[in-house]
């Protein structure tokens, strides 16, 4: 059974180019974004780890951690990272999680477990390791996204579905097709429209299972 949506994320271990960290109190009482890659110095890999780096402010914002993954050293990483901050013009200040044993790629359901690197091993090799997983204070996993290595992350995406899942944790309320923060949000089934009004004021009954309320911030 693969990792799914809103079962405890592993515990682990493990080095990065940062030292040693131990995963659930590396995320402490914080939200928490691991993302992967197959392999440092590779082109889609090298934009996407800059764009984290560009949204550093907006991590925090969000009172959210992000770490990286790549099945290389950590003393590649530390390479790499010179050429990602000089081709973001931003620092890439967050940890790489230095997967070389494969042990984190797999816990994640990210490869087989018989996957293994070979001698002169691609990207290829180990391509399946390009997802992302937010993470709520919790422990638990509340999105999974896997790309192939043909297509760029939309990091703007990923920002957004963190604003829809901090704004609906633990609350009974959905964001709809499109959502941005400041826009209107779908009240829950699991409330009564009587009940959502006393809760959240107006509600605007589009259908009898669609009924929106204002952005609660």
Known sequence: MGLRINDIVPNFTAETD??????????GDSWAILFSHPKDFTPVCTTEF???????DEWAKR????????VDSAEEHVKWKSDISAYAGAKAGFPIIADESLEVSKMFDMLPAEAYLPDGRTAA????????FIISPDKKVQLIM?????VGRNFAEVLRALDGLQKTYQQPLA?????????????ALS????DAKAKFGKVDVKLPYLRTTADPA
């Open 18 to 27: 940062q030292g040693t960290i131990s995963f659930h109190d590396w995320i």
């Open 50 to 56: 800059g764009a984290v780096a560009q949204l550093a």
């Open 63 to 70: 009172n959210t951690k992000v770490i990286g993954l790549s």
């Open 125 to 132: 090799d180990s391509a399946s390791v390009r997802s992302v």
């Open 146 to 150: 896997t790309y192939p290595m043909s």
């Open 175 to 187: 964001t709809g097709a499109n959502w941005m923060p400041g826009q209107d949000v779908i009240v």
């Open 191 to 194: 409330l009564t429209t009587e």
